[in-house]
């Protein structure tokens, strides 16, 4: 059981886009976006234990346990492979809950992943994301820990190459439902399908930024605070926003502008997860040893 009180990134995304090119029969819309990695998010920690019993050692206010993701993967993952042992599962929160950064989804990949290993299942990352799927359409992307052009309702991924842009995140102290956003008889639902080599950030836009602008009146004075400095976009449906810097130092002077009433973050993009990057020195360490 080693490996167990090791930290576990749970790294952030940011929708660097988000086209709705359609709704289908069954009410879900079709979606375009592109998932850019973060190389800062939340940390997990495993303890295995012998016993069945999955245990959220940080409970989270106001969310009971079984309805967190976390759990939910866990129990998920046992379901699946049948697997006798549990684990303690403590939770470093860094991400702000709503945000549309994906910290829930990040959260439930990094248990598939984490417990995968642990537990010594050896199910395939591609198994891995056909679970997390079940759990929300953004866990997948996390799952497979690769900076992505999405299609479908964001579940038809394809890994791109991205510039290693900084990026400072904004986080108004408001909950954006995503549920509401999408019901929104305003909201654009006929954007034109693009190809992954068309992408260019100022050919694209977020598609709900504007119906989120109206009914969110401090997502919208977010982004007119921060556009001044770079461009900047809403991510998904959540209320953060970002603005997207060639260097760090500039990145780290805005944020120190940042007016009191928001919170915020500088982080770097990345094209490959941390989380993925600590796997494969978990299993490189490992074939060392045991080779």
Known sequence: ???????????????????????????????????????????????????????????????????????????????????????????????????????GSSNAATVLVGLNYLWGLDFSVTELAQMGLTLGADVPVFVEGNTAFAEGVGEKLIPSIQPQYYFVVVTPNCHVSTAEIFAASDLPRNTNVINLDEYSFNRTQNDCQKVVFAQQPLVAKAFNWL??????????????VFAMFDDEISANRCLQQLPAEFSGFVAKGVNRSPLHELLTELKHHNHNVTG
Request: glycine share 12%; aromatic share 8%.
């Open 1 to 103: 059981m080693a490996n167990q009180l090791i930290n576990w990134p749970s790294p952030a995304k940011l929708n660097l886009f988000l086209h709705i090119t359609g709704q289908r029969a069954d009410g879900y819309h079709q979606l375009q976006s592109l998932f850019q990695l973060l190389d800062y998010g939340d940390t997990l920690r495993f303890e295995i234990t012998a016993d069945p019993q999955l245990r959220l050692m940080t409970p989270l206010a106001g969310v009971p346990d079984d309805d967190n993701l976390i759990i939910r993967a866990a129990m998920l993952l046992k379901q699946w492979s049948g697997c006798p042992m549990g684990a303690n599962i403590w939770l470093d929160k860094k991400l702000p809950m709503g945000g549309g950064i994906g910290g």
């Open 227 to 240: 556009i001044e400095y770079a461009p900047s976009r809403m991510t998904g449906t959540g209320a953060c």
